[in-house]
């Protein structure tokens, strides 16, 4: 069994993902305290967790790397349990182990690593003598749904808030891990071609990581800032 995911993002008018590319606010209003409606919202879902990927985590949270002096991998890597003071938990999609937390930075909430089996004895020490919680998914990492399906049974996670990025966002849509679509669309342009989007699966050419999956509207709000928020779900049915 695994958890319910949401999908919670904010995105351009255009669907890019970064706030500090956007137009400005037509008031005047500083273009951050309108972005941080984000978090109001995110708190209205009741999340028992939020899941980001290692590069958001690095780009807002925590930025220290951790120094792989290309050791071995693991030899029996299983689950560990680490800090649990918080009522808050943050999942980090990290299958390299390439993040430290010898500086968390502030971050008070409970960390979990998901990680894939290739990670070092001495990276694994590094997280326990941090605090730091792991689970594993897979010998590559890649094998997301197994990770969920363990934050389920081994930490109770049952409703979690997928927070980007575009990549992370990307692998949970092409697993049809996600089950609700929560979008606010600031009322400003980024623009630039390339610029990541809410969704940003690698894959081939021709590959459709959507496929069989179609969103069914839940509801649709203004709120304050001229900042829409619409809510989908994830009907899933055309896969049987």
């Known amino acids: 069994m695994k958890p319910k995911i949401i999908c919670h993002m904010m995105s351009s008018v255009d669907g890019r ?27 209205k879902l009741n999340g028992d967790a939020v899941i980001m990927g290692r590069s958001t985590l690095q780009k807002y949270f925590i930025s220290g790397i951790f120094e792989n002096k290309n050791y ?42 998901v990680l894939s089996e290739k990670v070092s004895d001495q990276y694994l020490s590094h997280l326990q003598k941090h605090g730091v919680s792991y689970v594993f998914a897979g010998e590559k990492g890649d094998d997301i749904a197994k990770a969920m399906e363990v934050l389920a049974a081994e930490f109770g996670l049952k409703n979690i808030i997928l927070e980007g990025g575009g990549i992370i966002n990307g692998i949970f849509l092409k697993a049809g891990l996600i089950d609700e679509l929560s979008l606010m669309i600031y009322p400003g342009i980024d623009g630039l071609s390339g610029t990541p989007s809410i969704f940003e699966y690698i894959g081939n050419e021709g590959e459709k990581p959507a496929h069989g999956q179609s969103l069914e509207h839940i509801s649709t709000e203004l709120l304050p800032d001229g900042i829409v928020w619409i809510r989908y779900n994830f009907d899933k049915k055309l896969d049987k």
Do not use: Q
């Open 17 to 43: 993902l970064f706030p500090e590319r956007y137009t400005l606010p037509f008031d005047g209003k500083d273009l951050f305290d309108v972005v941080g409606r984000y978090f109001e919202v995110s708190y």
């Open 72 to 113: 071995t991998a693991a030899i029996n890597p299983i689950t560990f349990i680490g800090d649990r003071s918080s009522e808050k938990n943050m999942i980090v999609i990290d299958s390299s182990g390439k993040t430290s937390y010898k500086d968390k930075n502030g971050v008070e909430d409970n960390i979990i690593a």
